[in-house]
């Protein structure tokens, strides 16, 4: 036991999150930055006790310590740990254990080589720190364009198979959906827009009987809430239903005839699904008490699963989109969400982003304009509208540097030379962008859309 304890340990201390923690100064930490000085000042002293600065080795094996720390932990431990060194030094001055004259310039090389670790260590721990969170918001995107691609799909199908039977597309039920939560979120309901997502899923899913139950949390840990709304006379879901809890577990869609479900299923339900915002959050779950037997197919519960998650992503960017459109409202749905978000994050974590506008105002604006889209590049969004009758396009470019947005500029003027001989000036393109660091980017993206 105390062996396996001892394995771990050190695997944990020689491990990745172990040479560059990501939170540090905790107490345990700052205890293994005193006990490894002082074990390194222990060391020296139980192998040369005559010398215990080692200062007559070609090499300061002491300093070791010092630096060590300030690579793991940065320039405040660091510089503790040399601490620790310099008292050493003194104590042993004034024992006589010094066998050469005392001179500062090793304390002021070793001190100088610690600054310049810790430094190094912290740079790189913010840059991974902006890459983690790059890499987040890139996967939350992606999480988001397969939903779309889904639905994509799922909508071919259905069209093909329900066109001559149903009223509407389901294209029209997402843009239904869509207005739902824009609409009523001024409401103060816990789920907004709940009964008619209900209404929706009994005309494109077959269910009955349904209720949706809102989640709240406890020490981090979700639970279940009060109901939101229902449909039918469905039975009520129980805290302890193993469905809610597999579904919870998963943050997936749970239904009877699942293989983790047990033979003696203790549920009243046929189907539970959580509704999952992109990120990861859980903000409520569907429960359906009464469904066709022939609906209860792999194809029926996916268009569930993804209505649920197109529902929660855009209740939670609904605050912001509405804000937006409120203030521009010729602006798309997604790229005003999408400008919501980036607005969000760039007050969170600061990281850089612009907007370009671009007038085309010359003879050949328009078509300019119209093969301007095949550009795009990977993570930019375009939102092409009119002002005064000319053609305006805005361009939304996440976590795009200065240097980045003046290379996308270049590669646009190239593109102009090479397509239609001519430059901004000469092609009548009027350019204005907006960094996100300036106050108020709606603001300003506001006036220069109301400029004439």
Not at 334 to 341: H, I, Y
């Amino acid at each position: 036991m105390l062996g396996s304890k001892i394995a771990q340990r050190l695997k944990a201390l020689f491990s990745y999150d172990g040479f560059a923690p990501e939170r540090i100064a905790t107490r345990a930490q700052w205890i293994e930055i005193v006990a490894l000085s002082l074990g390194a000042v222990v060391l020296a002293w139980v192998s040369r006790p005559g010398d215990p600065t080692l200062s007559q080795l070609s090499f300061p094996w002491l300093w070791l310590a010092p630096v060590l720390t300030a690579l793991r932990y940065g320039v405040l431990p660091g510089l503790l740990s040399s601490a620790v060194l310099i008292a050493n030094g003194w104590a042993a001055t004034q024992l006589g254990r010094v066998p050469v004259e005392f001179s500062a310039a090793p304390l002021f090389g070793g001190g100088l080589l610690v600054l310049l670790c810790g430094e190094f260590s912290d740079v790189w721990r913010d840059r991974n720190r902006r890459m983690e969170e790059t890499y987040l918001y890139v996967t939350e995107r992606l999480s988001r364009l397969t939903k779309r691609h889904l639905l994509l799909n799922l909508s071919h199908d259905r069209l093909e198979q329900e066109m001559l039977a149903r009223p509407g597309s389901l294209r029209d039920a997402l843009v239904r959906l869509r207005g739902l939560t824009l609409n009523v979120a001024e409401r103060g309901e816990l789920l907004p827009g709940a009964d008619g997502l209900l209404q929706l899923l009994s005309q494109y899913v077959n269910i009955e009987a349904a209720a949706i139950y809102n989640l709240d949390y406890k020490n981090g840990t979700p639970v279940l809430g009060r109901s939101a709304a229902s449909l039918g006379d469905p039975d009520a879901l129980a805290s302890d239903d193993e469905l809610l809890t597999l579904a919870l577990e998963s943050g997936s869609l749970a239904h009877i005839a699942g293989q983790d479900i047990s033979l003696r299923r203790h549920t009243s339900q046929l189907v539970v699904a959580p509704l999952v915002a992109g990120d990861s959050d859980l903000i409520g779950v569907l429960a359906v008490t009464r469904m066709p037997f022939f609906s209860l197919n792999v194809e029926n519960l996916q268009m569930m699963l993804v209505l649920l998650g197109y529902y929660a992503d855009n209740l939670g960017s609904a605050p912001g989109v509405r804000g937006i459109q409120s203030q521009l409202p010729s602006m798309p749905f997604l790229f005003a969400q999408e400008l919501a978000r980036m607005i969000r994050l760039h007050e969170k974590i600061g990281m850089a982003s612009h907007l370009v506008v671009m007038r085309f105002q010359g003879s050949r604006g328009r078509e300019i304009a119209d093969n301007f889209l095949r550009i795009k590049r990977g993570l930019d969004l375009y939102w092409k509208t009119f002002v005064n009758d000319l053609p305006v396009l805005v361009i939304l470019m996440p976590f795009a540097s200065s240097s980045a947005k003046d290379g996308f500029l270049e590669r646009v003027e190239a593109w102009l030379a090479s397509h239609f001989k001519g430059d901004f000036v000469s092609l009548e393109v009027l350019l204005q962008v907006i960094d996100f660091d300036a106050p108020d980017p709606l603001g300003h993206l506001k006036e220069v859309m109301a400029t004439p």
